[in-house]
């Protein structure tokens, strides 16, 4: 598997002389499973990954959505292959308990929001709304979702193809005292526990043994706020000794992180956890797993 990110910034998009190393548009992600192009999010990094698929003439994309906060779908409408006839689009995420994500796609084209309707697309789009759990084929590459301790309905993936794993692990408070999703918060304290572990489980069988696992280190430890449903550096770090994760790629930075705060952020986590090899992953970063 080859793994490109086009979009690492978490929130909102920057442009500032702060963030020219790193980037500043929201997470998008190409991944080349041995010819099968699959992409994780639609932050305004798709954009200039869509141009680039167009150019190749790649004709099957298969989009996997975390969940659908903006900043992870707000460039969707701006993917140029959405525009492309003869091209199929296949798109997925966590299924909702009361719309689907072809349905909230659509509204975010609605006017007065967006001048172009999502049925005014030139490609053939596929919508799937995935069970929690639901492990499926995509090409050679084996699929797995699991849902996120993150408001809404939010899930992370597992890519398993040709003997290596790539794990998405953005958006989750993963060890925090609360529970953000939606229909997570009805229940017993003990029933909450249970559910708030289940979820800590679920994480670690998305990252277990993981070549390179993408992980959600918005805040910095003495950051960190309980309501908002993001993890912090230390977190990322606990995460990959306990799954075993042989690299690590910090992800959606904040919007004020400036690139010497990353370089010293990796620099470290990198003293405390030297077995792992570990990065904060920057706009245009190419990694053969």
């Known amino acids: 598997m080859e793994v490109t990110f086009w979009g690492v910034r978490g929130s909102y998009p920057v442009s500032s002389p702060h963030c020219v190393r790193y980037g500043g548009n929201t997470p ?3 991944i080349d499973a041995q010819g099968s192009c699959i992409v ?20 099957e994309i298969h989009l996997l959505i975390s969940h659908t906060h903006w900043d992870h779908i707000h460039g969707f ?24 994500i072809c349905q909230i796609l659509d509204q975010q084209q609605q006017q007065p929001f967006f001048p172009v309707q999502l049925e005014q697309a030139n490609a053939a789009l596929h919508f799937t709304d995935l069970a929690e759990g639901q492990q499926w084929q995509i090409g050679p590459a084996n699929v797995l979702c699991k849902r996120l ?26 060890y925090g005292p609360r529970l953000h999703g939606a229909g997570m918060g009805e229940g017993t304290d003990d029933v909450l526990e249970d559910r708030r572990l289940t ?14 696992m993408v ?17 912090h550096t230390d977190d990322a770090l606990r995460l990959s000794e306990e799954a075993r994760v042989r690299r690590t790629a910090l992800f959606h930075h904040a919007p004020n992180r400036s690139d010497e705060q990353l370089d010293a952020l990796v620099e470290d986590c990198g003293r405390r956890a030297p077995d792992n090899t570990l990065l904060a992953a920057a706009e245009g970063d190419h990694l053969v797993l």
Request: charge should be negative; glycine fraction near 10%; include cysteine.
């Open 199 to 212: 979820l800590q489980r679920g994480t670690v069988e998305l990252a277990q043994d993981a070549d390179l």
């Open 77 to 100: 409408p701006y993917f140029a292959p959405l525009h492309e006839r003869g091209t199929r689009v296949h798109i997925y995420s966590l299924a909702h308990a009361d719309r689907t």
């Open 215 to 231: 992980f959600d280190s918005f805040f910095l430890p003495d950051e960190y706020k309980d309501d908002w449903g993001h993890s």
């Open 28 to 30: 998008c992600i190409e």
């Open 149 to 174: 301790n993150h408001p809404s309905y939010t899930g992370g993936f597992r890519i398993e193809c040709a003997g290596k794993v790539f794990a998405y692990v953005s958006d989750t408070d993963l």
């Open 40 to 59: 994780i999010d639609a932050g305004t990094g798709i954009y200039a990954l869509g141009e680039q698929l167009v150019k190749r003439g790649q004709r």
